[in-house]
């Protein structure tokens, strides 16, 4: 091979540069040089033919959460490129290092609404943290470069590299000497001494102290640092849904997940606390509900690597910008000695038990019929005895159960779409995780209604031999969270909620895949274990109870201090 190489074979090179292993997408007519290129590269970036390109972006996506790597996916232009908008907005929203690859028409027709022309750069700029569009073979070295490192540092996130058609098919010899020069772009690793003095004086004389973790503790690699500063301060610590794995929920300290879907104890904590010390995390929506309302008598510590996000959503009385680890070490070296706030765990703790038991449906309905909670009673026991696990969760009331009845203990462990809340996430992300962790048991929580968005990734799974994808559907025949709403706050009005669906274990096994029905509690963790142990990707699909609820619930427009943990008379129901 001469050192000449076309557009596309520059982008094959700038992948492999770049510590690529893995591609999803599909082929189509713009991108097609790509294509013809990829296979003299096979030995080393392996692609995986998805059969939508939404499912391309969330497989990439789940290959990147799971193994903390930029994840790849490329689709050709027109409706090719707008199907990869929702995993794009996605990881926008849940900070995932994403790169994303569409072809473009010729560039002697752009502008000029040629076929499959789509205008993705400005579709794509609000939901990425940089898009460009290619013209000139000569750009391809430095912007996959730049591409790469905007995608993984400060504050991960997505990055779209739109290339013509002409820009692949044109020739070149590639300078790869560029120099990373991206003026406005320095991320803050380090936080500022005096602040983090401060925080460090603030935590230790607090009476009723709390901690906060979000993604940003995961994404850091900080979990090791976040244990002991609890561990060194006594201070206990809740987990944001993103958060969960970033500390191990079977520690004493560790409390649970706050907000709309927190434990009772959690979220009065956070109503209680004096000072709260947010690390990572972004003070969502879901987290505060009413801000107005939340956490009145705390003093916030806020930790990001965003600065954007610092008093974005609530006051903050020490703010600091800098990566969760550094910023947790420096936090440690000048950490005063204090004792411990036992009577404020002990107080905490008094909530919990009262609460909790109802809460976690510790006893049983009176009913013979399969309750979601004997599934996770069973998946949360069976998991931790098997170990080597990861589960990747779906959007809706399967999720919230998945995020309260499953003890996560390691990072990566618990993936989901949080900030988009994009049902159809599971399947496809399950199979990018799946890539990245060979050795592990990838288990899928959905729901009926988002299996059916995306389960025809099934056949990717089947075609490409991967055998450690279990998917569990929580089938109730309903878009549960949504009738749940209906039910609580619309007199029970089910408007466009019932849901009908195929046999699922015909469907699995129409995909090559053994499926498995499971209809009584006695039958759980007979399935769970027959599935785990079979040499192959299998679906279980568990058929619930229609119209249980997750509790607590915070309503719309209220704080966190106004949940509720039944149905409410007013309900009528």
Aim: aromatic residues 6%.
């Amino acid at each position: 091979m001469s050192d000449e190489r076309t557009g596309a074979q520059i982008i094959c090179e700038a992948l492999v540069r770049e510590g690529v292993e893995v591609i999803f997408g599909i082929p189509g007519g713009a991108i097609m040089p790509f294509y013809h290129a990829l296979p003299e590269y096979a030995d080393r970036l392996r692609h995986v033919l998805c059969r939508h390109e939404q499912g391309a972006g969330h497989a990439a996506e789940g290959y990147a959460r799971a193994s903390g790597k930029v994840g790849v996916c490329v689709a050709t232009s027109g409706p090719g490129a707008t199907n990869l908008v929702t995993p794009i907005a996605d990881a926008w929203m849940d900070s995932t290092p994403l790169v994303a690859i569409t072809g473009q028409v010729p560039s002697t027709v752009l502008g000029k609404d040629a076929f499959q022309e789509t205008d993705i750069v400005g579709i794509t700029v609000p939901i990425t943290k940089h898009s460009y569009l290619v013209s000139d073979i000569n750009d391809l070295p430095r912007v996959f470069q730049e591409a790469f490192h905007i995608a993984r540092t400060g504050r991960p996130g997505p990055v779209l590299i739109d290339i013509t058609k002409d820009a692949q098919q044109a020739r070149t010899v590639p300078d790869w000497n560029t120099e990373l020069n991206l003026p406005g772009y320095r991320p803050t690793y380090h936080g500022n001494r005096r602040q983090i003095k401060e925080a460090a004086r603030l935590l230790t004389s607090a009476e009723k102290p709390l901690i906060m973790a979000g993604s940003g503790v995961i994404w850091s690699g900080a979990s090791e640092e976040l244990l002991a500063l609890a561990e060194r301060t006594g201070v206990p610590v809740i987990t944001t849904l993103h958060g969960k794995g970033a500390f191990p929920e079977d520690h004493p300290l560790a409390l649970g997940m706050p907000g709309m879907h927190g434990w009772v104890h959690v979220n009065r904590a956070i109503q209680e606390c004096d000072v709260l010390l947010n690390i990572g995390a972004r003070f969502d929506d879901r987290v505060t509900g009413k801000v107005a309302t939340f956490a009145p008598h705390a003093q916030v510590i806020h930790v990001d690597i965003d600065p954007a996000e610092i008093g974005k959503n609530i006051r903050t009385a020490v703010p600091i910008v800098g990566d969760a680890k550094n910023v947790l070490q420096a936090i440690l070296e000048v950490l005063p000695e204090r004792t411990p706030p036992a009577a404020w765990l002990e107080h905490i703790r008094d909530m919990q038990e009262k609460h909790q038991p109802r809460q976690r449906y510790l006893k049983r309905p009176d009913t013979p019929v399969l309750m979601p909670h004997d599934v996770y009673g069973s998946l949360n026991r069976i998991l931790h005895e098997r170990g080597n696990f990861r589960v990747v969760t779906d959007v809706g009331q399967h999720q919230m159960w998945a995020a309260q009845l499953i003890d996560w203990t390691r990072p990566r462990t618990h993936l989901t779409s949080g900030g988009s809340g994009t049902m159809g996430f599971a399947v496809p992300a399950a199979l990018g995780a799946a890539l990245a962790c060979p050795d592990e048991t990838i288990w899928v929580i959905c729901g009926d209604g988002g299996f059916q968005m995306t389960n025809q990734e099934l056949a990717t799974i089947r075609q490409e031999g991967i055998r450690n994808v279990k998917v569990a559907i929580i089938n109730n025949g309903y878009l549960g969270m949504v009738r749940q709403w209906q039910e609580l706050f619309e007199n029970k009005r089910y408007s466009g909620t019932p849901l009908s669906g195929p046999d699922f274990v015909k469907l699995a096994e129409a995909y090559g895949l053994p499926g498995i029905k499971v209809e009584e509690v006695d039958a759980v963790d007979d399935a769970i274990e027959r599935a785990w142990d079979t040499d192959d990707s299998v679906v279980i699909d568990f058929c619930v109870e229609r119209e249980v609820n997750v509790f607590p619930i915070v309503p719309q427009g209220k704080g966190i201090h106004e949940m509720l943990t039944e149905v409410p008379e007013e309900a009528g129901v």
